[in-house]
C-alpha cells in the first residue's frame, strides 16, 4: 500500500500535478505528446511504473457479459453517439466519444447527471481514450454498474469499434464515485477507479478490500471536510498503487474538474500511465 499526496506546482512544458492553492501564474500544459509518466519526487515511488500500473486482467475481455438487452443507439454522429442503456427498472442515457484513430483504452464516466463534466469527456477523446459519459442510475447497486460497463464492452464488438474492453477505467464523482467503487470492487473489467469527492465512508473501506491492488487515485477539496476525510482513508488504505490529490477549496466532484484545468490534466496523465 502507498499513498502519495502530490503538490507540485505546474509548468508550461509538461503536465504536472495541482497544487491545492491555485496561483495567478498556474498555466495549464498544451495537449501535445508528453512522456507517459507523472512528475512526483523521486522517492515516492520506488520502482517502475509499469512493473505496477496497467490493466488488472488481461481476459477481461472475454468475461461474460450481464446484458440482458444490447444497448440502443438514440442518435449517431461521425465518431460519436447518444446510447440507451436498460437496466432493471429503468433506462440510462450516456454518450459514446470515440473519435480515436486506433484501438484505445476506455473511460467510463459516471455522475448524477453527465453534463457536469463539461469539457472532459472531449479532452479524453482527444487524448486517445473511447469515452462513455452516462446518467448514475437511480438504482446504484451492483447489478446496474455491471450492465452498464458491460455495455461500454458490447462497443467493442466488431470491426468498426476501436474500443480496447481489457483496459478500462472508471470515474465517478460524489455519489457516483461510490457507485463506481462498489461496482469496481465486483467487476474486473474496471482496470482503473478515479473517485472525487466521495461521499459514503459506511462501506468504503470493506469494499477496498475486494477492489484489490488495482490502481486508484482518489481527489477532494478541504472546505468538504467529510469527503476529504474519507478521500484520504480510502488512499491510505489502499492495497494497490494510489495517489491522493488534495485541493483546499474547489467546491465538490466535478466542479473540480471545472475550476482546476490542470487537475483534469492530471487525470489524462494517470490515465495514460495506467491504462497503456
Aim: glycine share 8%; charged share 15%.
Amino acid at each position: 500500500m502507498q499513498m502519495v499526496v502530490i503538490v507540485l506546482v505546474a509548468g508550461c512544458a509538461s503536465i504536472v500535478p495541482p497544487t491545492p492553492t491555485p496561483t495567478r501564474s498556474l498555466t495549464g500544459p498544451t495537449l501535445a505528446p508528453t512522456e507517459p509518466a507523472i512528475p512526483r519526487p523521486p522517492t515516492e515511488f520506488p520502482g517502475s511504473f509499469e512493473d505496477s500500473f496497467g490493466s488488472s486482467d488481461p481476459t477481461a475481455a472475454a468475461l461474460p457479459n450481464d446484458l440482458e438487452l444490447p444497448p440502443l443507439v438514440v442518435e449517431s454522429g461521425d465518431n460519436s453517439r447518444t446510447v440507451a442503456i436498460t437496466l432493471s427498472t429503468e433506462t440510462v442515457e450516456g454518450y459514446l466519444y470515440a473519435g480515436v484513430a486506433e484501438r484505445s483504452p476506455g473511460v467510463l464516466l459516471l455522475a448524477g447527471d453527465r453534463t457536469v463534466w463539461g469539457g472532459l469527456p472531449a479532452l479524453l477523446e482527444q487524448n486517445g481514450f473511447v469515452v462513455l459519459s452516462v446518467n448514475m442510475p437511480q438504482l446504484a447497486d451492483t447489478p446496474e454498474f455491471r450492465t452498464v460497463i458491460a455495455s461500454f464492452s458490447e462497443f467493442a464488438q466488431g470491426d468498426a469499434s476501436l474500443l480496447d474492453a481489457s483496459r478500462i477505467a472508471v470515474i465517478g464523482e460524489r455519489t457516483a464515485a461510490d457507485f463506481a467503487l462498489r461496482g469496481c470492487s465486483q467487476d474486473l473489467r474496471c482496470d482503473a477507479l478515479v473517485l472525487i469527492s466521495p461521499q459514503d465512508g459506511t462501506g468504503a473501506i470493506a469494499t477496498l478490500g475486494q477492489y484489490g491492488n488495482r490502481p486508484l487515485l482518489v481527489s477532494a477539496s478541504r472546505d468538504e471536510p467529510a469527503s476529504f476525510a474519507l478521500a484520504e482513508n480510502i488512499a491510505a488504505t489502499a492495497q494497490g498503487e494510489s495517489l491522493m490529490q488534495p485541493f483546499n477549496s474547489e467546491g465538490s466532484g466535478a466542479a473540480i474538474v471545472q475550476n482546476r484545468p490542470d487537475f483534469a490534466d492530471l487525470i489524462v496523465s494517470w490515465l495514460d500511465v495506467t491504462l497503456r
